[in-house]
């Protein structure tokens, strides 16, 4: 205890602030004994981690609470005043708030004491130029602690010396900066306008220039101006800071301002008190234009930018419906936009997320005034870049709008779209779009159309944001108009339908109605989604769909005011009332079909609305559509499953499929869900021949007909046409320098392929043509005098020539890559149409798993497995083969409900079983393989359950392992299968596994079969024990070994054996395993040191197993081959360290009863500390030799003698405390040893069985106790187990605890030389006691 409170004195502090406090003065007191944890408190308040400190802090508080007039409070204050000026930056804060919180909760300290103890500690005059630093800011951080406490403003004196202070910090600028001023001025701000008027003179100079010099001498102006303006104007007179003269001043201290927060990334609080004085005077126009725009925004940089950003942010609250033009119609919204536009780099700031929240903030804080909110949307939103709004369409400051603005904004957005207002916007360019000669880019058409495009995808995207039942009207109308706009265009005004009273300025181009029509789809899947229905659609059911239909449907009745873009013919438009009959039969008749007329009456619906995008293909579909859902809704519910395989069944369910797969075809996640739903609801009507259709899509053999061709082409050009659009707003935005750049890189990338598509053929045709024009110069070997030098017209002809060929040579290059690409995009678009195929299979498998048919889906989707896993480069590769294995695994393999009634399959069944498994052994890779294996058994629990309508009875849950099993039991657990069938396949399919050297099947397949098979377990034994032993290869022996190391502990397969059989089986596994122990210990191959693992572990089971279930098995072969073992793996172990294997050998040998014989490492551990004693440290003292320069004794010539010398000589190295002790116990033990050798030693092999009886457990721990006896010296339970006992032979080289040899010939060696000399003992110790009475002696 005294060592630990001299080190708690010792060590008050942390490492770095002592040195940085000066000497630590001398504890008289004792101040510092305190607790441990108290101490803590200080080193826990300088943790970066803001909890621990708040934390520490209140256990601190807590703390001196409880003895507030101790010395605890005392050594408290000291500690943290120092902690004021410690080297670590991070801590002096933590030390400042502990203190000012502490001064709150202790209202009796002084301050003016605090504040001297402060300056005394930390003072200014007397530090090194070194610790200048730590000492201004323990000062400042002093002033700022009294100043967060609360108390300062109310204590005057304290409050006059802190000023004072503070202004002399001021003095050092190189280090504390404006801080000392700023904290000034937070001060100043909260103490009362009296004591401010005193102590005004004194902190600000009556100089104006001094005044506009600094922020901080600024804003405690602007301090003075709001809180005692008359003292203000007594003290400096009568200032207008707005004038000419002073504007300039403005600008340079706001940009000093601005930089100063560089890095905080805030508004400087200078800036927003201007701004309020502006407001409050009058003079906003005058600060706005002069000061921010022409003043700040003059010299562009970036942080006086983002200061004028921050300030238009905040301004936006403060500025009346009148102000907001001259904000938002300035030099600055469009620098705003400019940078909105350009901040497209990832390492690149962007003001954007920061405008986002300043906006969003002041449309919350105004809902009750709907006209400011609107003012300020419509005027960002005005900001564009030749046309196209800088914001993106989607903003979520929309959903702060109150009802009047939202609906002010879309008639707004509506207005804008139908008769575009160029002149209202705040358009710009950037520089590198200015440098642009190209004058399509600046002609009104294109600002137009872009900004249409963008209109109509800020329209969708405002449904996203609002509330079904709020909002409803806004979102109706929203929809109204986009449907209405997308497919057809007005004639006449009519008051019936509001769409037509309002004309485009401009005309509508084609691209831009594309893009109206793909934003409605995308919004009829937002109103299927998350709109259902409105609340006084509920009892009508009517979705948002069918409120469309019946707006189409007026629409195409009023044909004088209004035309389709793509008028129906006849036959559409019966297609199309009989679409709206049969939407009127579905819901008079869904009361009684429930969900599945609902989803019949969405998909007509759906396909009635893209009639009038592609009227043909889907008038066709409507009447296929309406004739399925007339036979489905006709017959009965099909209750069971059989009768699906049926051939009888009628044709509609195949047509249907076929619908849904064109309809998937289509990129639209609407029909993608569409057609989920509606599957759902046919699937249990499915025949082989739709189950076809849909498997057919997987497999790229019969993927490739023209059906799916056609649909293909149809999604491309589509898909095309979206890369164009796409690629023509990125070359919009792009800059003429890019694209420079660009076509320079094509260039090079052309040249690139074009070396590498040059084939022999046209390197031929070259040489043919250079041949014509005689550019080769000789070309057989003649010598071409005439033809050194070609005339300007054979010239001409050989350029034209080359000319021709080369631009053939382009195009076919070109060729060849168009090729290459719709290739690729066909490609992209089959992978993309089987993964939505994907979803039907999905809905199958987990609406009907007890379907026969699902067992049809098991080779298809292994084979879309087997296809991925090889080629699975690309992402969308990958999504397939996820999606393929989670529904194979999870949704069909791992299904709690499978198929009971196979009826006729059986036969076919054992045929895909055996093809299943043969294909998982001839797979490249194991991951593949198990995916079939698992087919195989899934197939193999489908049998099982199939038992043929025999009663099978429940096994007992509790039942004895060796009890007898029962018939009903082993019916239980064979189930339907056929053992004569499946045993020979997995047989095969084991021996594989055991033979082959490549191998795709793993020990985990097969462990998984047995634990789910324990019968075909039985079955396949033999199989696994024939390859433990023989020609087998080391690997498939240890392969072998840990299959029935894991198989045989399992309860299932106990339960198929018989008493004897199971006896006999571990008896037989039992030889194999003692043969393959014959090479213990002489493994020179990875595979073979594993074979030897797997051995012992298999061998230890099979102990455990005897010992539970007290079999009656010989283990004396065991027992000899361990034993002769013993040597030759010590040996190893102590040479190679392989000392698992040296683990499992002991653990079988402590089962047969050998105890594990001490390590030789803990002996020579020991040894030293035994013989380091007082009595040899006094010998090195008085001068005797050491003990390298002492002369050995010889060694003895036998190992029985030199272990009958060492207690002799172990005992000359005791304390000599210990003779008696010991003497008394050698007393004890020596005729224990006697008696010992005159009883017969059992044999070891006799300690487990004997050759007739069976071994039990209790004789097993009685032999084992008298082998300690026998062999190891025991314990005596007076002592601690670590100590060494005097039997204990010391280890020598050549003869360690770890010897190899059994414990019967070193127990008869220790009593033959007990038997000879039992006076030796007592002789060596008698000599030692002599020895250390003589050491004694002065």
Known sequence: MAEMESQDVAEPMAPGEASKSGARPADREGLLKHSREFLDFFWDIAKPQQETRLEATEKLLEYLRARPQGAEM?????????????????????YSLALAQLLQSFEDIPLCSILQQIQEKHDLQKVKKATMRPALFANLFGVLALFQSGRLVKDSEALMKSVKLLQTLAQHHNHLQE?????????????????????????????????????????????????????????????????????????????????????????????????????????????????????????????????????????LPLLSAEQLPLVMRGDLIRHFGEHMVTAKLP??????????????????????????????????????????????????????????????????????????????????????????????????????????????????SIVDTLHVEKEEDVIEEVARFCFFHSFFEAKKPTSQIPETEQRFSFPLESRTREVVGSAFFSLLQTLSTQCRQAPEQTQDSQPWTYRLVRFADSLLNHSRNVAALTPFTAQQRQAWDRMLQSVRELEATSSGAGAKAAAFQHLLLLVGIYLFKSPTESCDLLGDIQTCIKKSLGEKTRRTRSKATNPQEPPWVEVLVEILLALLAQPSHLMRQVARSVFSHICSHLTPRALQLILDVLNPEKNADEDSVVVTDGLEEQLEGAEDRSSDGEDDRASAGEEDSGEDSDDDSEEEDRDADVDQGFREQLM??????????????????????????????????????????????????????????????????????????????????????????????????????????????????????????????????????VGRLVGTLYAQVERLVQQAGRQADAT????????????????????????????????????????????????????SLVT??????????????????????????????????????????????????????????????????????????????????????????????????????????????????????????????????????????????QQ?????????????????????????????????????????????????????????????????????????????????????????????????????????????????????????TGPGTPAKTPKLKKKRKLSQVNGAAPVCPGEPAGKKQPQKDLPEKGLSGKSPQSALPRKKARLSLASRSPSLLQSGAKRKKAQLRKARKP
């Not at 809905?843 to 084979?863: F, H, N, Y």
């Not at 097969?1006 to 075909?1016: A, C, G, K, Q």
């Not at 000589?1209 to 000599?1216: S, V």
């Open 74 to 94: 005392k050594y408290a204050l000291k500690r943290l005043i120092t902690g004021l000026g410690v080297g670590r930056e991070t801590a002096r804060p933590c």
């Open 179 to 315: 801080q000392p001023q700023k904290a000034l001025v937070d001060i100043l701000s909260e103490v009362p306008e009296a004591t401010l008027q005193e102590i005004l003179p004194k902190v600000l100079r009556a100089d104006l220039n001094s005044v506009l010099g600094s922020p901080e001498h600024l804003e405690l102006f602007l301090l003075a101006r709001q809180k005692v303006p008359r003292k203000l104007e007594e003290l400096v007179g009568p200032v207008s800071l707005f004038s000419d003269e002073n504007v300039p001043r403005l600008v340079s201290v706001l940009k000093m301002a601005a930089a100063s927060v560089k890095k905080e990334r805030k508004l400087p609080a200078v800036a927003l008190d201007l701004l309020r004085l502006a407001l409050q005077e009058g003079k906003f126009p005058r600060f706005w234009k002069d000061v921010v725009e022409q003043g700040l925004l003059k010299r562009q940089s970036w942080p006086a930018s983002y200061l004028c950003f921050r300030l238009l942010g905040a301004a």
């Open 347 to 460: 390492n690149q700031f962007k003001f954007a997320p920061e405008m986002n929240e300043y906006v969003g903030a002041f449309l919350e804080g105004c809902r009750a005034d709907p006209e400011r909110q609107l003012a300020v949307v419509v005027a960002f939103t005005s900001v564009t870049n030749q046309g196209l709004p800088v914001l993106p369409t989607f903003w979520r400051a929309v959903r702060f709008l109150s009802p009047p603005a939202l609906k002010g904004y879309v008639a707004w957005l509506r207005t804008m779209f139908l008769q575009p207002d160029l002149d209202s916007l705040v358009d710009f360019s950037t520089s590198n779009q200015k440098k642009a000669q190209d004058a399509s880019l600046h002609v009104p058409e294109r600002a137009v159309s872009r900004l249409r495009k963008w209109l109509i995808l800020r329209l969708v």
């Open 768 to 901: 043919a043509v250079l041949r014509a024009g005689k550019a080769l110069g000789a070309v057989d070997g003649e010598d071409d005098d005439d033809g050194d030098e070609l005339g300007d017209e054979a010239m001409m002809a050989l350029d034209q020539n080359l000319a021709s060929l080369f631009a053939e040579q382009k195009l076919r290059i070109q060729a060849r890559r168009d090729e290459k690409d719709k290739l690729r995009k066909e490609k992209v678009l089959r992978r993309d149409f089987q993964i939505r195929v994907l979803d039907l299979i999905e809905v199958l498998v987990t609406k009907q798993p007890e379907s026969p048919l699902v067992l049809e889906l098991l080779e298809p989707l292994l084979d879309v497995i087997r296809r991925s896993m090889r080629t699975s480069s690309t992402k969308q590769e990958q999504d397939l083969l996820h999606k393929t294995a989670r529904i194979f695994t999870h949704h069909l393999c791992r299904s709690r409900h499978y198929c009971h009634d």
């Open 928 to 979: 593949v393989s198990l995916y079939y294996f698992n087919a195989a058994l899934y197939l193999l629990r489908v049998l099982k359950g199939n038992a043929a309508g025999k009663p099978v009875c429940k096994a007992p849950k509790k039942e004895k392992a060796a009890s007898q099993p029962k018939g009903p039991e082993v019916a239980q657990a064979a189930g339907g299968l056929d053992l």
């Open 984 to 1125: 020979p396949i997995y047989s095969s399919a084991l021996t594989s596994f055991l033979t082959r050297r490549n191998s795709p099947l793993t020990v985990t397949m097969f462990l998984s079969l047995f634990s789910r098979h324990p019968v075909l377990c039985k079955s396949l034994l033999p199989v696994v024990i024939q390859h433990v032993t023989g020609p087998a290869r080391p690997r498939h022996q240890a392969q072998a070994c840990l299959l029935l190391q894991k198989a045989l502990p399992t309860r299932e397969l106990r339960v198929c054996f018989d008493d004897p059989e199971w006896e006999q089986l571990v008896s037989q596994i039992l030889a194999k395993v003692t043969e393959n122990l014959q090479t213990l210990g002489e493994a020179q191959t990875k595979s073979e040191h594993q074979k030897e693992l797997s051995s012992l572990g298999l061998l230890n089971t099979l102990f455990r197993t005897i010992h539970q279930e007290k079999l009656t098995v010989d283990l004396t072969a065991v027992l000899g081959v361990l034993q002769s073992k």
């Open 1128 to 1248: 030759s793996l010590q040996q190893r172990e102590c040479a190679a360290g392989s000392s698992r294997l040296y683990d499992l050998y002991w653990q079988a040998m402590k089962a047969l009863g050998v105890q594990r014989p001490k390590s030789a490492k803990k002996e020579a551990k020991e040894v030293p500390s035994v013989t380091q004693d007082p009595v040899s440290t006094k010998r090195k003292k008085k001068g005797f030799l050491p003990e390298t320069k002492k002369r050995k004794k010889p060694k003895s010539e036998g190992p029985a003698q030199e272990e009958g010398a060492r207690p002799a000589a172990a005992g000359e190295q005791q304390p000599p405390g210990t003779g008696k002790k010991r003497r008394n116990r050698r007393k004890a033990t020596v005729p224990a040893q006697a008696q010992a050798k005159q009883r017969p030693a059992p044999e070891p092999a006799a300690a487990i």
